[in-house]
């Protein structure tokens, strides 16, 4: 059974920071790549950031860049979010997601086939 399951989110002060996870089973990590999102209150889900499987690129929203960091640990089926200097515009419902293949328009939501239930992630003072 093919699951996702994200944790670290919570409330945090504008300028500080949280570290996202995302924790895969039921399949091979390696050969996906993850893909973070979000959804703010009334809005639409939205791209944040995205990492390869092979080489571990990484790609990220302009609205992030400089600010959050990607990772991955295969040997732990696990992938990161190293999200710093957090703004109010961050909050929102953080998915992680996996996709089969080689990289081509990350951000396209359809293209990604599992998706975990969210954590939420609340910056405000």
């Known amino acids: 059974q093919v699951e996702l399951v994200e944790s670290g989110g919570g409330l945090v002060q504008p300028g500080g920071s949280l570290r996202l996870s995302c924790a895969a089973s039921g399949f091979t990590l390696d050969y996906y790549a993850i893909g973070w999102f979000r959804q703010a209150p009334g809005k639409e889900r939205e791209e944040v950031s995205c990492?390869?499987?092979?080489?571990?690129?990484?790609y990220y929203a302009d609205s992030v860049k400089g600010r959050f960091t990607i990772s991955r640990d295969n040997a732990k089926n696990m992938v990161y979010l190293q999200m710093n200097n957090l703004k109010p515009e961050d909050t929102g419902v953080y998915y992680c997601a996996a996709r089969w293949g080689p990289i081509t328009d990350w951000d396209r939501q359809d293209y990604y086939a599992y998706w975990g239930q969210g954590t939420q992630v609340t910056v405000s003072s």
């Open positions: 990492i390869s499987s092979g080489d571990s690129s990484t």
